[in-house]
C-alpha cells in the first residue's frame, strides 16, 4: 500500500490577524442583529396585540429578520462545517469536496489561463526584448549576472568528477588527433608561412641564430680543429686555416641572410614548395608524417600532457571565473552590455526575441499546463482539511458575513411586505 502523501504547508500569509479580527466583527455583528430581532419578536409576543396594530407589523418583521438571520447562517456555516456539529447532509461543503475543488481548480486555471492563445495575446502588448534589455542594462546588472555565472559554473565543477572527466577528456584528445589526417593540417600550415614570405624570415632568423651559435663557440671549433690537425703542423698553421675558414662561414651566413634573391633562397622556397605539394599529393610523404605524429602522440610527455587537460582547463577557468577582475568576467559582463544594448536598438534583434517569446511560451503553455493543473489540484489535495476551511473562512468569511447581514435586513423587509399585503388582502 503506498504510503499517503505528506501534508503540503499552506502560506503563512493566508492566517492574516487583520483579517481573523475583521471576521470576528462581522461575526458579532450579524449575530447581533439576530438577537436584535429575537429581542425585538419577544418583546411583540409579551404585549400581545391588544397594543394595537403596529404590534402586529414589528412582530412579522422581526420574525422574518430572524428567519432570514437564521437561513444564511446555516447556509453559511455550511460551507466551512457542520452547523452545531450536526451531520447534516451537503454541511461542510469545502471540507469534503476540498479534493474536487483543487482539482477544479486546477482545470479552471489550465482551460481558461493557460492557453496558448491567452498567453500570446497577453504577450503581444508586452515589449518583451525592451524589458529584458532594460533588465541586463540596470546598473551593475552585468556585472552581478557574470559574477552568478561565474557561482554557477563553480558549482557545475563540483559537481563533476575529475577522476570520471579527465580520462574522458584525454581519451576524446588522443581519439580527436589520431583520427585527423596530419599532412593536410602540415600543408596548410606551410603553405601560410609561404604565401606571407615568413620562411624567408624563418631563414633569417637561422642563420642569424647560427651565426650567434658559431661566434659563442669558436674556441671550441678551433679546439677541435687543432686535435684532428697532424702534430707536425704549426699552431700558427692551424689558426690561419681556421681563421680563414670560420669567416667564410660567417660571411657566407650574412650574405645569405642580407640577400632575398640569393640561390640558396630560391632553393629553400623551392623545396618547401615541392614539399607542401607532395604533403597533399604524395601517399608516401603524407604517411611519414602520419608515423612522425603517431610517434609523437605515444610519447610520455604528450600523454601525460592529454592527461591532464581537463584539470589544467577546468582550474583555469575558475580561477579566472572567481576573479572579478579576470578578462573572462570582463567579457561576459561586455557581452551582457551589449546584448542589451542590441535588444533595445536593433530592429532585427527586437522582433527574433519577441518572436521567439511568443512561440516559446506558447510551447511551454501546451507542454506543461496539464502539470500545472495537477500540480494545483495535487497541492489543494494535501493541505490539511481543518486548516484549510479555517483559512479560506479567514480570506472570504468577512464578505460572507454580509450575507447574513443582509439576510436579516431584508429578510425583516421581506417579511414586512408580506404581512402587509396580507392585511390589505384581509
Known amino acids: 500500500m503506498p504510503a499517503p502523501s505528506p501534508t503540503a504547508p499552506l502560506a503563512a500569509s493566508l492566517d492574516d490577524p487583520a483579517r481573523a479580527r475583521d471576521l470576528a466583527r462581522m461575526k458579532r455583528l450579524a449575530t447581533g442583529l439576530f438577537a436584535v430581532a429575537a429581542a425585538v419578536f419577544l418583546a411583540c ?4 396585540p391588544d397594543a394595537g396594530a403596529w404590534v402586529g ?22 460551507l466551512f462545517r457542520h452547523p452545531l456539529r450536526l451531520p447534516i447532509p451537503h454541511t461542510a461543503i469545502i471540507p469534503r469536496k476540498k479534493d474536487q475543488i483543487g482539482a477544479s481548480l486546477g482545470s479552471f486555471v489550465q482551460e481558461n489561463f493557460l492557453t496558448r492563445a491567452v498567453v500570446e495575446e497577453k504577450l503581444g502588448t508586452v515589449d518583451v526584448p525592451g524589458r529584458l534589455g532594460a533588465f541586463l ?3 551593475g546588472r552585468p556585472e552581478r549576472l557574470a559574477g552568478d555565472a561565474a557561482a554557477l559554473l563553480h558549482t557545475v565543477a563540483e559537481l563533476l568528477r575529475d577522476d570520471d572527466l579527465q580520462p574522458a577528456v584525454a581519451a576524446l584528445v588522443d581519439r580527436k588527433l589520431h583520427a585527423t589526417p596530419a599532412a593536410p593540417v602540415v600543408a596548410r600550415a606551410l603553405e601560410l608561412v609561404v604565401e606571407g614570405e615568413r620562411h624567408q624570415e624563418v631563414l633569417s632568423a637561422a642563420l642569424q641564430g647560427l651565426a650567434r651559435f658559431l661566434e659563442d663557440n669558436r674556441v671550441v671549433f678551433r679546439a677541435q680543429l687543432g686535435d684532428a690537425s697532424p702534430a707536425w703542423v704549426p699552431d700558427w698553421v692551424d689558426d690561419r686555416v681556421f681563421d680563414r675558414a670560420f669567416t667564410a662561414v660567417q660571411e657566407f651566413l650574412v650574405e645569405v641572410g642580407e640577400d632575398p634573391g640569393h640561390e640558396l633562397r630560391r632553393v629553400y622556397d623551392a623545396r618547401l614548395r615541392a614539399y ?12 611519414h608524417v602520419e608515423e612522425l605524429k603517431k610517434e609523437l602522440l605515444e610519447h610520455p610527455a604528450v600523454r601525460t600532457w592529454s592527461g591532464s587537460l581537463w584539470t589544467n582547463l577546468k582550474n583555469g577557468v575558475l580561477a579566472a571565473a572567481a576573479d572579478p577582475d579576470s578578462a573572462l568576467r570582463t567579457r561576459v559582463a561586455e557581452l551582457i552590455r551589449d546584448g542589451a544594448r542590441l535588444l533595445q536598438t536593433d530592429q ?16 511551454l503553455v501546451e507542454r506543461f499546463s496539464g502539470d500545472l493543473a495537477d500540480l494545483v489540484g495535487g497541492t489543494v489535495a494535501r493541505w490539511d482539511t481543518e486548516e484549510t476551511s479555517r483559512r479560506i473562512e479567514l480570506q472570504v468569511g468577512r464578505d ?18 408580506i404581512y402587509t399585503v396580507a392585511q390589505l388582502l384581509g
Do not use: C, K
Open 45 to 48: 409576543v409579551l404585549i400581545g
Open 57 to 78: 407589523y414589528v412582530r412579522a418583521t422581526a420574525e422574518a429578520s430572524m428567519v432570514g438571520a437564521l437561513a444564511d447562517w446555516f447556509a453559511v456555516t455550511a
Open 137 to 139: 542594462a540596470a546598473p
Open 276 to 287: 607542401v605539394h607532395a604533403l597533399r599529393t604524395d601517399p608516401e610523404t603524407s604517411a
Open 348 to 363: 532585427r534583434v527586437r522582433d527574433l526575441v519577441q518572436r521567439h517569446a511568443h512561440n516559446a511560451a506558447g510551447y
Open 400 to 417: 460572507l458575513q454580509w450575507i447574513r447581514v443582509n439576510g436579516t435586513v431584508v429578510g425583516g423587509l421581506a417579511g414586512l411586505v
